[in-house]
């Protein structure tokens, strides 16, 4: 079962939602040309280095920031062929994985060890030995393909379904374990809109010959992957009525953007009640199989695509459903499957829809896919070689102050009254932060692993099933994570009321112990307070201090928060990632109230920690005075190369805004940046009309 469906991350897609540095510090560069020989140039300090490195300082940051900031990186940093992406957060990633693959090959050399050790060191050896999982081809997907061979009534077809979603497959819905929202101390079942096999509704229904020739692909491979699991006769036949059953599941659904309102979201039923609405599915095998038969309350959002889902069903032949369910178990497994079936899946999502033009190296895929079964497991080994000393002491102390920075400012905003201030204030106070790594590791001495990698793929999603699945109707875990350790992003849950800032993100360029700390306050500073902002942007201000969904402000206070969202909105809405492509405003609002807000946060913090600390006069690069570092740092954490097919599905799938206006968005709507860097009114850094939430 999933989890975290609605938080508010700072990087989504990771993808997701997601390489070849490592963390090193960086070689000084090159030292000016010498005008005489009694006249050598000082050589840089190894931060100056860093930074300058990175800067385009011909640029002018009142045109362009995130060219300033960035502009040398971009020009001389190339895109590698296996990535879609690539920015500085990606190589943080790549070297957190390089950390992680230390580990894990450690592990494998002594893969007969008891305990966490040896299952780490038999998951991943089982993944990299690729002549015996070719030699066992799709054998440990046998029982799961037979049992949709032999669904052949709705109580069969629903077995086999809850089979399905417990290694990791959404066909028809998806379901996740998360609190209640009118009770956040409990766990319960939520079912969303799901089934489709693109990554939008959007490719589905758009027009024209380009979206058409994506759709035959689709068709295509569809075909190829039922061919693969014995539908040799009828396999073109059969993807083009699976595609058509998705096509119709695809109109059911709401768009994207519509489903970020938590309060469409909130619709709990009973079983029965569930049992009305879609009498098409047979719930009691579901659940039975799912392994909670006991299951009484649960919550489904949107009803509309659950009735429209249910009819859409029978109306399928049988042959028709068992390849649709073939599907999207082989669509699960997607780049675990043999080499000829992986290649498939890398062509069509990887390159044609995303513009990659290499498949990542296998032991890429190996440390990840480890990662994704034994998190925690590797999480720790991870702390302990990348995350001790100061490091956590010195985070938590910067969260204080980002903290406090939010409260000083609440006075200053004359939209809210006072009431609602005072309740803000008391929310931001009960906020749980976590910090590095949980207090207490999850236990895995339940998960068998063994010699077959795709049978401890299935393995691992079904012990992470169980765990989640025994969780629903009993008290929420307050100390539970759900990012490991390593992992380079940062999440704020509503319904815990809680910020996470796992290992992998306390890292340069995001953080270092030993960093200046106006690159500490631009990096995960700002980080920490957009994580903060998501507890009071369009969706987690609907949630109170406690976790519950309810409106705790007043009804103006409502309208004027609402008019200065409907300003970010249009903000974003105005730029184009390329011609004619606009960002989706409504799609990406909470994450932009966020940025807004967090760099707001973190200059403040910043200020506060300056003086507290007697000054900090001294500049740490040179050109640069330090509040002007911190903008510069806050830049730099977004440097990115994009291929043109990422951009464009990521407008259409993702809530972040791209890299560019995650800098020039909040940076052109803040005052204080303007007064930093001397912009003139009217210069595109500083325009006449601005945008201002918290």
């Not at 879609?84 to 592990?107: K, P, Q, S, W």
């Not at 309350?297 to 649709?324: C, E, H, I, S």
């Not at 249009?570 to 960002?583: A, D, I, N």
């Amino acid at each position: 079962m999933q989890t975290g469906s609605r938080v508010g991350t700072l990087w989504l897609s990771l993808a997701v939602l997601g390489c070849k540095t490592t963390m090193e510090e960086p070689p000084p560069s090159k030292r000016p040309t010498v005008a005489a020989p009694e006249a050598v140039a000082p050589e840089r300090s190894p931060v100056s280095a860093e930074v300058l490195a990175v800067m385009d300082e011909a640029a002018d940051p009142c045109v362009d920031f995130y060219q300033y900031a960035c502009g040398q990186w971009l020009a001389e940093t190339p895109r590698p062929a296996d990535q879609a992406r690539y920015g500085r957060f990606h190589a943080l990633r790549d070297a957190n994985r390089d950390t992680m693959r230390a580990i894990v090959e450690d592990a494998a050399a002594d893969a007969s060890a008891s305990g966490e050790r040896g299952q780490l060191g038999r998951f991943y050896a089982s993944c990299m030995d690729e002549a015996a999982a070719e030699q066992r081809g799709l054998e440990g997907l046998r029982p799961l393909l037979t049992a949709i061979d032999g669904a052949r009534n709705p109580a069969a077809a629903m077995t086999v379904l809850a089979q399905i979603h417990q290694v990791g497959g959404r066909a028809l819905f998806r379901v996740d374990v998360e609190p209640d929202f009118d009770d956040p101390e409990i766990n319960i079942a939520h079912l969303g809109q799901g089934g489709l096999g693109l990554p939008d509704r959007s490719y589905y229904l758009d027009e024209g010959p380009e979206a058409e020739a994506l759709r035959e692909a689709y068709r295509a491979h569809v075909a190829l992957m039922l061919e693969a699991v014995g539908n040799e006769d009828d396999a073109r036949r059969l993807a083009g009525q699976v595609v058509a059953l998705e096509t119709q599941l695809a109109r059911a659904a709401k768009p994207r953007d519509e489903m970020r309102d938590p309060d469409a979201q909130r619709n709990p039923l009973e079983r029965a009640a569930l049992a009305k609405l879609v009498p098409e599915l047979g719930w009691k095998a579901y659940f039975e199989a799912a392994g909670r038969p006991d299951l009484g309350t649960l919550n489904v959002a949107p009803p509309a695509y659950f009735d429209a889902m249910g009819r859409a069903w029978a109306k399928a032949q049988w042959p028709v459903r068992r390849a649709y369910l073939q599907w999207h178990l082989m669509l699960a497994m997607g780049k675990h499957l043999p080499a000829r079936l992986a290649k498939a899946h890398f062509e069509l999502y990887d390159r044609r829809l995303n513009g990659q033009d290499e498949p990542t190296p296998r032991w890429h895929d190996c440390v990840e896919a480890t990662d994704d079964a034994l998190g925690e497991a590797l999480g720790r080994e991870f702390v302990a070689r990348r995350f001790s000393g100061d490091s956590k002491g010195i985070a938590v102390d910067m969260i204080g102050q980002i903290e406090q920075a939010f409260a000083e400012a609440l006075p200053r905003l004359e939209w809210m009254d006072d009431p609602t201030r005072q309740r803000a204030l008391e929310k931001m106070h009960a906020i749980v932060n976590k910090v590095g790594y949980p207090d207490r590791w999850r236990d895995y001495g339940a998960l068998a692993v063994g010699a077959d990698y795709v049978t401890n793929v299935l393995a691992g999603r079904r012990f992470e099933w169980q765990r989640r699945a025994g969780q629903i109707g009993k008290a929420v875990e307050r100390g539970e994570w759900h990012m490991t350790p390593p992992t380079v992003n940062a999440y704020y849950n509503p319904s815990g009321n809680e910020m996470v800032f796992p290992a992998g993100i306390l890292q340069p360029p995001f953080f270092g112990a030993d960093r200046p700390m106006a690159m500490n306050f631009g990096g995960i500073g700002m980080v920490m307070g957009h994580e903060l902002s998501h507890g009071f942007d369009d969706t987690g201000r609907k949630f109170d201090g406690k976790g519950r969904l309810t409106e705790w402000w007043g009804a103006p206070v409502v309208e004027r928060f609402e008019e200065r969202a409907a300003c970010v909105e249009r903000l974003y809405g105005s730029y184009e990632v390329q011609p004619g492509l606009p960002l989706n405003g409504k799609l990406t609002l909470g994450e932009n109230i966020a940025d807004l807000g967090g760099i707001r946060q973190a200059h403040g913090a910043y200020k506060a920690w300056a003086a507290e600390h007697g000054g900090d006069t001294e500049p740490m690069v040179e050109g640069l005075t330090n509040e002007q570092l911190l903008f510069v740092s806050y830049g730099q954490i977004w440097c990115t190369h994009a291929t043109p097919e990422a951009e464009r599905s990521l407008v259409l799938t993702d809530s972040h805004s791209h890299a560019r206006y995650r800098v020039n968005g909040p940076l052109s709507n803040f005052p204080t940046f303007w007064e930093a860097f001397s912009c003139e009114e009217g210069t595109p850094m500083r325009p006449t009309n601005v945008c201002e939430v918290w």
